[in-house]
């Protein structure tokens, strides 16, 4: 009898021990298997979108990060509906996944509405951990050193290349499409950004990196990228509390400079300190483990400090890109970045209703004439900073300005986060997208025409391209 109650009460103990674990708190627990079908079949269409979508790009000389960004729209809402989202009022019967699993499950309205919500939260999530990662990935990617070399010149470009299209973008908009306030500073920000990947892709096969007009467009984009942060945490702060507070303002421009600045000061000693727990350390991780324990407490303390979590990870990189392991970390971080960015880029791509630039419904013509405004500024806003250089007699300038128009992967950071916060309507999200896309679009070929042909052949050997490849590029 005793054997017997001893045996039935760990049965029971055991049961509940390996009984499915719910993967969000809000999630029926019957319910949380068919939870983890759902985000294991998105991460499928996720992973074949943005693989199928990065090899076509690349066959056809493009970033593969624009692959992934279209191949997003192809899966998303936009058209094939596999990979949607419950934001714009869509609803579980809008998913295909969705349908695949009430056909399989046999699940009552009530139950596939839960499993929706849920999974999508899922995957949200992952996205949003692919987001730090990227920005991660880049502040290792920018050389504190190169920026010291380039000097003042790199330093005005990079000023003119944020100031001109973030004015230009926000007060447009306010003004020509009576955009609310909000909204307009968070378009206006994506404007300011530049792909540090991009440009020194394209120089490197031109022959052109080491040039005097390489040097000024890669150093400025690399301080546009710094500069870019900082707006942007600036503006998804603003965002979260939906009013501009100049006091608010100050203090966020402040915050978020001191505590980038005091993580690339205090980089000195950390990175003694990273090395020596690297040396101690013998089992498997001992590089990236660290690495991303200090990336996600960055990432923390930024979002702590009411900032975002992107400034402390791209802070984090920048410290540890004066490790002596740096090298290393970088191999070490891009498979994981091979697994989390793409679900970021490809879930911005699907949350994008390009349905609603269609000119044959008249209330998406303002839209179109949005996406039109945002393309025009984001070209002859970068443009201009190639007069912006002085002293420099004979200089290309219309090279260092297109140099600087692609938007790229930087330019998606500003959308996805923008779309997640929820501070822009879909005409306005779909009107950056479309911005970011052409702008990646049109400026390597212009940027060849600029600097005519080739000076030598391209080099593999170049150590500032091998850190300047997009995530997910090989």
């Known amino acids: 009898m005793f054997l017997h109650h001893t045996m039935t009460t760990l049965t029971s103990g055991m049961a509940s021990l390996i009984a499915p674990v719910p993967l969000l708190a809000t999630v029926e627990p019957e319910n949380s298997p068919i939870v983890l079908s759902g985000v294991l079949l998105s991460l499928v269409v996720i992973y074949l979108a943005s ?12 970033p593969p990060v624009l692959g992934e960004l279209v191949a997003g729209v192809i ?3 936009s058209a094939l509906h596999l990979i949607v989202f419950p934001e714009g009022g869509l609803s579980a019967s809008d998913s295909v996944v969705m349908t695949v699993l009430e056909w399989i499950n046999h699940l009552s309205p009530e139950a596939l509405i839960n499993v ?6 899922v995957v949200s999530v992952l996205a949003e951990l692919g987001v730090i990662i990227l920005l991660f990935e880049i502040g290792l990617e920018s050389d504190l050193r190169q920026l010291k070399e380039v000097g003042i010149q790199a330093v005005v470009v990079a000023c003119v290349g944020v100031a001109v299209p973030f004015a230009a973008g926000t007060v447009g908009l306010m003004m020509l499409f009576h955009t609310p306030a909000i909204p307009a500073i968070f378009a206006g920000a994506a404007l300011t950004a530049t792909s540090i990947g991009i440009t020194s892709k394209v120089l490197s096969e031109l022959g052109q990196l080491k040039s005097k007009e390489g040097q000024i467009i890669v150093g400025a984009a690399v301080i546009d990228d710094v500069l870019g942060i900082i707006v ?3 503006v998804a702060s603003l965002a979260k509390t939906g009013e501009i507070d100049v006091i608010n303002v100050i203090y966020l421009i402040i915050s978020a400079t001191a505590f980038l600045i005091g993580s690339i000061l205090l980089g000195g000693i950390f ?3 990273f090395t020596a727990i690297v040396e101690k350390l013998k089992t498997r991780g001992n590089i990236v483990i660290p690495a991303f324990i200090f990336a996600f407490f960055m990432a923390f303390l930024g979002n702590a400090i009411h900032l975002e979590a992107i400034l402390g990870a791209f802070a984090a990189g920048l410290v540890l890109d004066e490790s002596d392991a740096r090298n290393e970390l970088d191999e070490l971080v891009k498979p994981i970045s091979d697994l989390l960015v793409p679900i970021f880029f490809v879930t911005v791509g699907a949350r994008a209703d390009l349905g609603v630039l269609n000119p044959a419904v008249p209330e998406n013509r303002a839209g179109l004439s949005i996406a039109v405004f945002l393309i025009v500024v984001a070209i002859f806003g970068k443009v201009v ?3 912006a ?9 219309i090279a260092i300005g297109i140099g600087m128009i692609p938007r790229g992967e930087v330019g998606l950071v500003f959308a996805g986060i923008g779309s997640a916060s929820g501070v822009l309507d879909k005409p306005l999200e779909v009107s950056i997208i479309i911005m970011v896309i052409l702008t990646t679009f049109l400026a390597p070929p ?5 600097f005519g042909k080739p000076l030598q052949p391209p080099t593999t050997g170049e150590n500032l391209t091998e850190s300047s490849t997009l995530p997910g590029e090989s």
Request: zero cysteines; glycine letters at 12%; proline letters at 2%.
């Open 389 to 397: 250089v002085f002293g420099q007699p004979g200089i290309n300038r």
């Open 116 to 121: 929706f919500e849920s999974q999508s939260e």
């Open 51 to 62: 693989k199928l979508g990065a090899e076509v790009a690349r066959n056809f000389d493009f």
């Open 446 to 450: 212009f940027l060849r025409v600029a």
């Open 75 to 77: 899966v998303g809402v």
């Open 232 to 234: 942007l945490a600036v």
């Open 385 to 387: 900073t190639g007069w």
């Open 271 to 273: 990175n003694k300190s």
